[in-house]
């Protein structure tokens, strides 16, 4: 069994950062792929990155490219979403997810990651 707990969000403004964590409980950390995905209110949920912890591979939605960045430090079992220049649209709430390595199709679906966190609000003001 796979426990994520996300951590990092907050009020920031616009053209501000923030670093969200989430922390992976269970022995598998090194075989699993971690995604971050959005959900903002009326919106469908969004996929934001990915990293094989594994390999270390990392995947990001085209449009957050160069602003966002995904890491992994194996040691503390935690995948990392630095957000840089924020914008209002990117409020949301923010939620980890895991699936085993290998377990999967498209690492961008949502639907095909088995454990999922609870989330940490963003909240981006203009």
């Known amino acids: 069994e796979i426990h994520l707990v996300e951590s990092g969000g907050g009020l920031v403004q616009a053209g501000g950062s923030l670093e969200l964590s989430c922390v992976l409980s269970?022995?598998?950390?090194?075989?699993?792929?971690i995604g971050w995905f959005r959900q903002a209110p009326g919106k469908e949920r969004e996929a934001v990155a990915n990293?094989?912890?594994?390999?270390?591979?990392?995947s990001y939605a085209d449009s957050l490219k160069g602003r966002f960045t995904i890491s992994a430090d194996n040691a503390k079992s935690t995948v990392y979403l630095q957000m840089n220049k924020l914008k209002p649209e990117d409020t949301a709430r923010y939620y980890c997810?895991?699936?085993?390595?290998?377990?999967?199709?498209?690492?961008?679906?949502?639907?095909?990651?088995?454990?999922w966190g609870q989330g940490t609000q963003v909240t981006v003001s203009s």
């Open positions: 997810a895991a699936v085993v390595v290998g377990d999967y199709n498209d690492r961008f679906a949502g639907d095909e990651y088995d454990y």
């Open positions: 990293i094989n912890v594994d390999d270390g591979g990392t």
């Open positions: 269970g022995d598998t950390f090194d075989e699993v792929v």
